[in-house]
């Protein structure tokens, strides 16, 4: 699958998926992934800091408000143009462009940070994204990123329920399956059923890579791992949110930070 196919599919996403986060539907970014990828940032005050997939940019307002000096890109025009009124009604100092992950818009050498919230896993060439983060990258700097967590959320993947509905295991199945731009059709889980008729389900390009092979394309693109972190939902998250209960299972993202060598 070739990346204008991609930004095709973003592209028609983008304005549902836009409306369903904004309201509330993305429970596992608002209530676990995104908290999370927080936690494990470093201190990003007064840093210029590049967000690489950016979708509607609630993620990349989040790293501003901690103080950083944000730029940030997506594939899909509509998400950008969400994401730049955002910035008219709350103006954080980001600036949005369109662009791709592989071909970033900037001179070398230019971020003292780069994030990548649940976006690298959706670029066709993971190797070249990673490369061109490095590049973007003074050096001594940090690219965090977040991916659907390579061995828990393989190509095939089912949640396994007990006879009261209590989410008890997950299937996985097709690990080494490189899979290349297999579209999954999915929603929200918990969106109603008007707006599923409404809007029907986003169309996901998938491009599956293996623990190994991402460890691989990030010392070939000249990074190294500094962190790998596993979101788990608490015992106490889990009875309020029960959509991420299954993390307590096993990991549904995996965020790894890595570093530019001096
Ligand atoms: C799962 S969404 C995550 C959006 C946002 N980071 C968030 O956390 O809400 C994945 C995003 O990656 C973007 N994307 C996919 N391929 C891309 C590419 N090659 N370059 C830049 N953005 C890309 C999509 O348009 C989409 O906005």
């Known amino acids: 699958m070739e990346a204008d196919d991609v930004r095709r599919a973003w592209e028609a996403n983008a304005d549902a998926w836009t409306r369903h986060s904004r309201a509330g539907y993305d429970i596992y970014r608002d209530a676990l992934n995104t908290p999370a990828f927080l936690a494990a940032l470093p201190t990003v005050k007064d840093l210029k800091g590049l967000d690489i997939g950016c979708g509607e940019g609630s993620n990349t307002r ?3 408000r901690l103080g ?3 730029h940030a890109i997506d594939i899909a025009p509509t998400f950008i143009r969400h994401a730049e009124e955002a910035e008219q009604t709350e103006p954080l100092g980001i600036t949005y462009r369109t662009g791709d992950a592989v071909s970033l818009p900037f001179e070398d050498d230019t971020f003292d940070f780069a994030t990548a919230f649940m976006s690298l896993m959706d670029v066709p060439n993971q190797r070249a994204a990673l490369s061109e983060a490095c590049r973007v990258l003074r050096p001594g700097a940090f690219l965090q990123f977040s991916i659907l967590h390579p061995c828990f959320v393989s190509p095939y993947r089912k949640t396994l329920k007990d006879e009261h509905g209590r989410r008890v295991a997950i299937q996985n199945a097709g690990y080494f399956d490189n899979i290349d731009g297999r579209i999954d059709a999915f929603w929200f889980e ?5 707006l599923r008729q409404q809007d029907g389900p ?3 390009p ?4 293996t623990l190994s092979q991402w460890v691989e394309m990030i010392t070939m693109a000249g990074l190294t791992i500094e962190q790998f972190v596993e979101p788990c939902a608490s ?3 889990a009875s309020k949110e029960p959509v991420v209960a299954d993390t307590r299972i096993a990991p549904m993202s995996l965020i790894v930070r890595v570093k530019k060598p001096m």
């Open 206 to 209: 998938r491009f599956h890579r």
């Open 62 to 64: 989040q790293v501003a």
């Open 190 to 194: 918990t969106l109603p059923d008007e």
């Open 202 to 204: 986003f169309r996901v």
């Open 235 to 237: 015992l106490e998250l």
């Open 68 to 70: 950083a000096n944000m």
